[in-house]
Each structure stands twice: as structure tokens, then as C-alpha cells.
């Protein structure tokens, strides 16, 4: 007889999978790579979710090739932050969620609990949009129905219940390989201008001189580190066995880093494909327009034919599903970090889904057809407030030396770190300002 599970389950609760994947000390280091593999590739799902796409979308549109250099450079800022997450986590042995509940106390800790949770539905309503889009293009069904279609991928968390982590991670692989060949077959039909691509890479200070570049640009650094991500992969990181010595963890470390910053450079390279890909197909030197993600698939028509628009489906499709299986984890990693609350995996995604999909019906009911691109953006801006909640604690615990012992940050990640802290926050209150029509 079916029932539905009451305890939380393998593979989306952390702690039923904590220390699975073994890794054998005389294996061969092509061996222990490919064992460390994983992690980051759930980490990296977050780099390429659709309100990535959208603000990847605008910048193409609207000034070519030119902010090409943003990504690159916001990503590069992400594996910076990802590594210190890692590194705490293996370090530790605990996630940064659970660092928080011990050392700011339960009032502050409760706190950061409903501002990770607040991120992880924000990015559940981006990917409820993404997703509906990616119906409506590969269904014919309007975006309404496409929205409450988003509510059965609950049915995919309860039919992997018991099953293992790296199952997990080989359907993340796949996914991003589907998103990775859609995007880059769109690329061979509509052939850009290489020449003009490297120009773009080269950071240009004259590229973001004026207004609308400069906070298009913030909005791909707004949508570029997520918040949840750095409680989620200082837990997911510990699905490994390490021993508990100075030398396994860095060992640990360093396989892990290369995992982290291989998976975030391949979220790099898809993220910088879906500018390209809009820098060709849409920008009109002499009338530049923007153009949103609602309207992409249709000017791809003229260059590639139909089947354009079915690779973007495919791929915003494969966008959204990905995030399923990464944000039911996240939210698992919080409660349990936070509040010491652990709840059946389907519950735990059917709240998140629900709590996205209410707004995301009522915004595509008042806003219309047209209105995923707006929404997308609003959900990158209710993102950019969260950030700073989980960037200062993870640079403050990896930067004490009574929590992390030797693996605490040295002089030169510490400046590093602070930096970044300092010009993602400015940069996501500066959109946040823009956004409300304050200046």
C-alpha cells in the first residue's frame, strides 16, 4: 500500500546522507577528483537559474557583447565565496547554518533562518516562472496553466525518496549538460562575432559610464551569488568521507576546490552563452531595445527556425527542474541548522512551491502574458536583500582561527573577501535603490 513518508529521507536530507560517498586514501588522484565531484555541480545550478537567463538576456539585447566582462567577473566573485563556504564545512564538519544557531544566539539565529528562507522561495518563484515559460513554449499552454504545472515537481522529490546522493548529482550533470547543448546549438545556428566576443571579456570601465549599462550590470552581479548556496554547499560538502586529521581535510580541500571552481566555470561559460546568444540575435546597434526572456524564443525564429525555440524551452526547462532538487536540499540545510527541524523532503517542497507559486499565479494573472521578464527582476531584487545575511557571517567564522584552527583565512582572502562583501553589498542596495525609483 503507497504512503507517503513521515521521516526526512535520502537523498535531499543532509543528514541521512552526511559521510556516504567514500573516497579510498590509495586511490589514484584522478580517482579521488572524480569521487570529490558533485558538490559543486549542485552549487552551480544556482549560477544559471532563469533570473540569471533574464538579466544575461537584457545585457545582450540592449549593448551586445559589452557586458560580457560582468559576468565573468561576478562569477569569478562567486567561486571565491563558494570555496570559503567549502572550506568551512569540511573544516568543521559543520554547515554554516548550524555555525550561526551556536554563535549568535537564538533570536539573531532565527533571524537569518527566515531571510535564507525568504531567499530560497524567491528563487523557487524565479524558477516557477522559468519553468511555466519553458511549458508554454514546449506545451502551447498559457502561463497560468504553466505556473500550476510547476506544482507536480513535488512527485520528482518523492519518487527519488531513499535513493543516494550522487544519483542526485548524475541527474544535476545531466541537466546542465541538456542546458549547456541547447544553448550552444542556438549558438552554431546564429554564428556570432568571436572578434567582438573577446572584446567584451575585457573589462571596460567606459562600458558602465552611464546609468542604464551601470544597472544592468549590477543586476547580473544581483543574480549572480545566491544566498542559500552558501549555507548549502558547506552541508553537501560533507556527504564525503574525510578523516578527521589536519592532512584529510586539506587534502579534502583542495579536491573539493577543484570540484567548486570547475562546475562554477562551466556555470560561467552557460551564463555567458545565454549574453552571446542574446548579444547576436538582438542587438540593433543603431535601436537598441531590451528584450525580455518572454520574448527571446520568438525573435530566435528568423535565425535558427522553430527549433531555436525549442532548445530555449529545453534549456529554461532544465533551468527550473535543476533548482528543484538543489533548493529542497537548501531548505533541509537550514531548518535543520537554524531550528533543529527536520520534515519529509515532499513537505518540505511543497511548501517552498507553494509559497512561490501564489505569487507567481498572481503576478502572471495582473501583469499578463508578458510579464515573466518583471517579475524575474523583482525576484533578483528580494535576492540582492538577503545576500549580505550570509556573506558576513561565512567571511567572520572562516576568518577565526578558534573555529577553523589552520584552515582560517590569511591576511590576503581576508581583504579579498571584505572587498567582495563590500561591493556586492553596495552594488545590491544601489539596484535595490534603482528598483524602488529612489534616485
Same mark, same amino acid.
Given at each position: 500500500?503507497?504512503?507517503?513518508?513521515?521521516?526526512?529521507?535520502?537523498?535531499?536530507?543532509p543528514?541521512?546522507?552526511?559521510?556516504?560517498?567514500?573516497?579510498?586514501?590509495?586511490?589514484?588522484?584522478?580517482?579521488?577528483?572524480?569521487?570529490f565531484?558533485?558538490?559543486?555541480?549542485?552549487?552551480?545550478v544556482g549560477y544559471?537559474?532563469?533570473?540569471?537567463?533574464?538579466?544575461?538576456?537584457?545585457?545582450?539585447?540592449q549593448?551586445g557583447?559589452?557586458?560580457l566582462?560582468?559576468?565573468?567577473?561576478s562569477?569569478?566573485?562567486?567561486?571565491?565565496?563558494?570555496?570559503?563556504?567549502?572550506r568551512?564545512?569540511?573544516?568543521?564538519?559543520?554547515?554554516?547554518?548550524?555555525?550561526?544557531?551556536?554563535?549568535?544566539g537564538p533570536?539573531?539565529?532565527?533571524?537569518?533562518?527566515?531571510?535564507?528562507?525568504?531567499?530560497?522561495? /524567491?528563487?523557487?518563484?524565479?524558477?516557477?516562472?522559468?519553468?511555466?515559460?519553458?511549458?508554454?513554449?514546449?506545451?502551447?499552454?498559457?502561463?497560468?496553466?504553466?505556473?500550476?504545472?510547476?506544482?507536480?515537481?513535488t512527485l520528482?522529490?518523492l519518487?527519488?525518496k531513499?535513493?543516494?546522493?550522487?544519483?542526485?548529482?548524475?541527474?544535476?550533470?545531466?541537466l546542465i549538460?541538456?542546458?549547456?547543448?541547447?544553448?550552444?546549438?542556438?549558438l552554431?545556428f546564429?554564428?556570432?562575432?568571436?572578434?567582438?566576443?573577446?572584446?567584451?571579456?575585457?573589462?571596460?570601465?567606459?562600458a558602465?559610464?552611464s546609468?542604464?549599462p551601470?544597472?544592468?550590470?549590477?543586476?547580473?552581479?544581483?543574480?549572480?551569488v545566491?544566498?542559500?548556496?552558501?549555507?548549502?554547499?558547506s552541508?553537501?560538502?560533507?556527504?564525503?568521507v574525510?578523516?578527521?586529521?589536519?592532512?584529510?581535510?586539506?587534502?579534502?580541500?583542495?579536491?573539493?576546490?577543484?570540484?567548486?571552481i570547475v562546475?562554477?566555470?562551466?556555470?560561467?561559460?552557460?551564463? /555567458?552563452?545565454?549574453?552571446?546568444l542574446?548579444?547576436?540575435?538582438?542587438?540593433?546597434?543603431?535601436?537598441?531595445?531590451?528584450?525580455?526572456?518572454?520574448?527571446?524564443y520568438h525573435?530566435?525564429?528568423?535565425?535558427?527556425?522553430?527549433?531555436?525555440?525549442?532548445?530555449?524551452?529545453?534549456?529554461l526547462?532544465?533551468?527550473g527542474?535543476?533548482?528543484?532538487?538543489?533548493g529542497?536540499?537548501?531548505?533541509?540545510?537550514i531548518?535543520?541548522?537554524?531550528?533543529?527541524l527536520?520534515?519529509?523532503?515532499?513537505?518540505?517542497?511543497?511548501?517552498?512551491?507553494?509559497?512561490?507559486?501564489?505569487?507567481?499565479?498572481?503576478?502572471v494573472?495582473?501583469?499578463?502574458?508578458?510579464?515573466?521578464?518583471?517579475?524575474l527582476?523583482?525576484?533578483?531584487?528580494?535576492?540582492?536583500?538577503?545576500?549580505?545575511?550570509?556573506?558576513?557571517?561565512?567571511?567572520r567564522?572562516t576568518?577565526?582561527s578558534?573555529?577553523?584552527?589552520?584552515? /582560517?583565512?590569511s591576511?590576503l582572502?581576508i581583504?579579498?573577501?571584505?572587498?567582495?562583501?563590500?561591493?556586492?553589498?553596495?552594488?545590491?542596495?544601489?539596484?535595490?535603490?534603482?528598483?524602488?525609483?529612489?534616485?
Open positions: 500500500m503507497f504512503g507517503l513518508p513521515t521521516t526526512a529521507t535520502a537523498p535531499f536530507c543528514a541521512e546522507v552526511a559521510g556516504t560517498v567514500t573516497v579510498p586514501q590509495n586511490a589514484p588522484l584522478w580517482k579521488k577528483i572524480a569521487r565531484a558533485g558538490p559543486g555541480l549542485l552549487i552551480s544559471m537559474d532563469p533570473g540569471n537567463w533574464a538579466t544575461s538576456i537584457q545585457a545582450g539585447s549593448y557583447y559589452q557586458l566582462f560582468v559576468v565573468i567577473l562569477s569569478l566573485a562567486a567561486i571565491v565565496l563558494q570555496c570559503l563556504s567549502m568551512l564545512g569540511i573544516a568543521t564538519g559543520k554547515d554554516l547554518a548550524v555555525h550561526c544557531r551556536e554563535q549568535y533570536r539573531v539565529g532565527k533571524m537569518q533562518w527566515f531571510f535564507a528562507e525568504v531567499a530560497i522561495v /524567491a528563487c523557487d518563484f524565479a524558477e516557477v516562472l522559468g519553468s511555466a515559460l519553458a511549458f508554454k513554449l514546449l506545451l502551447g499552454v498559457s502561463l497560468p496553466v504553466g505556473v500550476l504545472l510547476t506544482a507536480f515537481d520528482i522529490v519518487g527519488l531513499g535513493k543516494g546522493f550522487r544519483q542526485i548529482e548524475a541527474i544535476i550533470l545531466g549538460v541538456t542546458i549547456g547543448v541547447c544553448l550552444f546549438a542556438e552554431l546564429i554564428k556570432p562575432d568571436w572578434h567582438g566576443v573577446l572584446a567584451g571579456a575585457v573589462p571596460s570601465l567606459q558602465i559610464s546609468q542604464e551601470l544597472y544592468l550590470a549590477i543586476g547580473i552581479l544581483g543574480a549572480t545566491m544566498p542559500h548556496n552558501l549555507y548549502l554547499h552541508s553537501v560538502v560533507q556527504t564525503r574525510v578523516a578527521k586529521n589536519d592532512g584529510a581535510r586539506r587534502e579534502a580541500i583542495s579536491l573539493a576546490r577543484i570540484d567548486t562546475s562554477l566555470l562551466l556555470a560561467l561559460v552557460i551564463n /555567458a552563452a545565454i549574453l552571446i542574446a548579444g547576436t540575435a538582438f542587438f540593433n546597434p543603431g535601436n537598441p531595445v531590451a528584450i525580455g526572456i518572454d520574448d527571446a525573435l530566435l525564429d528568423p535565425f535558427a527556425g522553430a527549433a531555436a525555440a525549442i532548445l530555449f524551452g529545453l534549456a526547462l532544465a533551468s527542474q535543476s533548482s528543484t532538487f538543489t529542497t536540499i537548501a531548505g533541509q540545510v531548518m535543520d541548522g537554524f531550528l533543529k527536520r520534515i519529509p523532503c515532499w513537505q518540505r517542497r511543497l511548501i517552498t512551491r507553494l509559497l512561490a507559486l501564489g505569487p507567481a499565479l498572481i503576478g494573472l495582473m501583469l499578463g502574458e508578458h510579464s515573466v521578464g518583471q517579475l527582476v523583482l525576484s533578483q531584487v528580494v535576492l540582492s536583500l538577503q545576500l549580505p545575511f550570509a556573506m558576513y557571517p561565512l567571511i567564522l576568518t577565526r578558534d573555529i577553523m584552527g589552520s584552515f /582560517a583565512n591576511r582572502t581583504l579579498l573577501a571584505w572587498t567582495l562583501f563590500s561591493v556586492i553589498s553596495a552594488a545590491n542596495l544601489w539596484l535595490v535603490v534603482q528598483a524602488l525609483g529612489l534616485v
